[in-house]
């Protein structure tokens, strides 16, 4: 399969740990990114490879892997970082792309 | 600092064409392939394609065959997308996005500001 499949919304308390996560057959054999959107904004990438973050990128952004799902955590989530959350990797030949259906975060 | 500029929105009726454009400095522009990507109003992420800026050679994904073209003009530095015969459901904002894509993982590390392109009568 060439999909990637994500939870539609996930909540966190101001302060505590949350955990979004990516399933699909190609995690298997290549690892996701991460990109965050906040409304009326292009996507910005936060996650990526292994566990890799961009410059600027607050370091309670994680990642990890583990079979066919990839893991986005955040640690101790702060107000700004409620938003979209998206994955994306290639597709199981290697030769395509494909986006999760993204996650919704709220921060309460 | 690498930037991607994309030009402004757009209004068209049913049938007609447009041509987005991503202008990208701050980086060699044939050392990165270019990504275009989808947002309907409300929805998530959809990979359109890429176009290999060295070659030209483009690849689409499945749903954004025939109607939809990416070109270059490297001599600007520019990539365009264009879409023909256009359907309301064309509506979205379209993004570019650079790629870096090495052994086990591909990531879009910079992207445009989105261009909205409206399909109405």
């Known amino acids: 399969s060439s999909e990637l499949t994500q939870d539609p919304a996930v909540s966190v308390a101001l302060g505590q740990t949350v955990r979004i996560t990516c399933q699909g057959d190609?995690?298997?054999?290549?690892?996701a990114s991460w990109y965050q959107q906040k409304p009326g904004q292009a996507p910005v990438l936060v996650i990526y490879?292994?566990?890799n973050r961009p410059s600027g990128i607050p370091d309670r952004f994680s990642g990890s892997s583990s079979g066919n799902t990839a893991s986005l955590t955040i640690t101790g989530a702060q107000a700004e970082d409620e938003a979209d959350y998206y994955c994306n990797s290639r597709d199981s030949s290697g030769n395509l792309v494909v986006f999760g259906g993204g996650t919704k975060l709220t921060v309460l | 600092q690498v930037q991607l500029v994309q030009s402004g929105s757009e209004l068209k009726k049913p049938g007609a064409s447009v041509k987005v454009s991503c202008k990208a400095s701050?980086?060699?522009?044939?050392?990165?392939?270019m990504n275009w990507v989808r947002q309907a109003p409300g929805q998530g992420l959809e990979w359109m394609g890429w176009i290999n800026t060295n070659t030209g050679n483009p690849t689409y994904a499945q749903g954004f065959t025939g109607r939809f073209v990416f070109s270059l003009d490297t001599s600007v530095s520019t990539a365009y997308l264009q879409i023909s015969s256009l359907k309301a459901e064309d509506t979205a904002v379209y993004y570019c996005?650079?790629?870096?894509?090495?052994?086990?993982?591909?990531?879009?590390?910079?992207w445009g500001q989105g261009t909205l392109v409206t399909v109405s009568s």
């Open positions: 701050g980086y060699t522009f044939t050392s990165y392939a």
């Open positions: 190609s995690l298997r054999s290549y690892y």
């Open positions: 996005a650079r790629a870096v894509c090495t052994n086990g993982v591909c990531r879009f590390d910079y």
């Open positions: 490879g292994k566990n």
